[in-house]
C-alpha cells in the first residue's frame, strides 16, 4: 500500500532530527532531513563566495543541488543554518526543492514501508495528507542549551547568549515568512520538549505512531 509517512516539524534545536532518526529505526522506515537539502543550497553558496545571494542565484542551486555538501561536516555550522534560513524564505527556492521531498514522501527508497521527514512544513505544504504529524517545540533556553552541548561536542565555540539570540532571529524568519512558514498543522500532536528527556519523547511519539498505524 501508500507508504506511512511521519511528519515532524518544529523550530530550530526541538529536537526533530534526533526523534526522526530514532522513529525511522524502531519502524524500519527512511529518514528524509529537510533541513540538510536547505542547509547545502546555502553552503554551495557559500563555498562559491556567496553569502548573500539573490532569489535567481539561490534557485540556481538549489535546482542544481550538489549532492556532496550533504555529507559536508560544514553542513551544521550556524552560519550555514543562517543562510539556510534566508534561501528558504525565497518562494522559487522552496518550490525547486518541493519534488525531491514529495517523491521521497510517497515513494520511499529501498522500498522502505514508511518514511519520516522532519522540516518546518511538511506536515502543512510538503505532506498535509500524512497520518501522523508530530509539531515538537521547546523553550528558547532549552533549544540553546542543547545547541551549545552539540557545538561543544564538536569542539566548537559557543556562547549561550549569541546562540539564543540566532535561533531566536532564525524562529522568527522561519514563522514570519510568507512562503511556507512555520506553523503547526491542524492536526498536528503537539509535543513540548523542553523538560522531556529524548527517550520520553520518543516513547510518546512511538504510540501516536501505533496508534494510528
Ligand atoms: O532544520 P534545520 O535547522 O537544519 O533547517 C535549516 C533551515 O532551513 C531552517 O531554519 C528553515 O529556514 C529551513 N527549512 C525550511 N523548511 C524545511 C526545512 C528547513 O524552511 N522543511
Known amino acids: 500500500g501508500r507508504p506511512f509517512v511521519v511528519a515532524i516539524d518544529g523550530p530550530a ?88 521531498q514529495r517523491r521521497f514522501a510517497a515513494q520511499p527508497p529501498d522500498g522502505a514501508p514508511g518514511a519520516v521527514i522532519d522540516g518546518r512544513d511538511i506536515g502543512t505544504v510538503i505532506c498535509p495528507g500524512a497520518p501522523v504529524k508530530l509539531f515538537l517545540t521547546a523553550s528558547v533556553a532549552a533549544r540553546a542549551d542543547r545547541r551549545r552541548l552539540e557545538l561543544e561536542a564538536r569542539g566548537e565555540s559557543a556562547d549561550l547568549a549569541r546562540i539564543a539570540a540566532e535561533i531566536e532571529a532564525r524562529d522568527a524568519r522561519d514563522a514570519g515568512r510568507a512562503a511556507a512558514p512555520l506553523k503547526a498543522a491542524e492536526d498536528a500532536h503537539l509535543l513540548d520538549t523542553s523538560d522531556l528527556g529524548i527517550e520520553d519523547v520518543f516513547m510518546k511519539a512511538k504510540a501516536i505512531i501505533e496508534t494510528a498505524r
Open 13 to 100: 534545536a526541538a529536537g526533530k532530527g534526533t526523534l526522526a532518526r530514532r522513529l525511522a529505526a524502531a519502524f524500519g522506515f527512511a529518514y528524509l532531513d529537510t533541513g540538510a537539502l536547505y542547509r547545502a543550497v546555502a553552503l554551495g553558496l557559500l563555498r562559491a563566495g556567496n553569502a548573500s545571494p539573490s532569489e535567481s542565484d539561490a534557485t540556481k542551486a538549489a535546482l542544481r543541488l550538489d549532492h556532496q555538501w550533504l555529507a559536508s561536516p560544514d553542513l551544521r555550522q550556524e552560519a550555514t543554518g543562517n543562510l539556510a534560513s534566508v534561501v528558504a524564505a525565497m518562494p522559487a527556492v522552496r518550490a525547486a526543492l518541493d519534488a525531491f
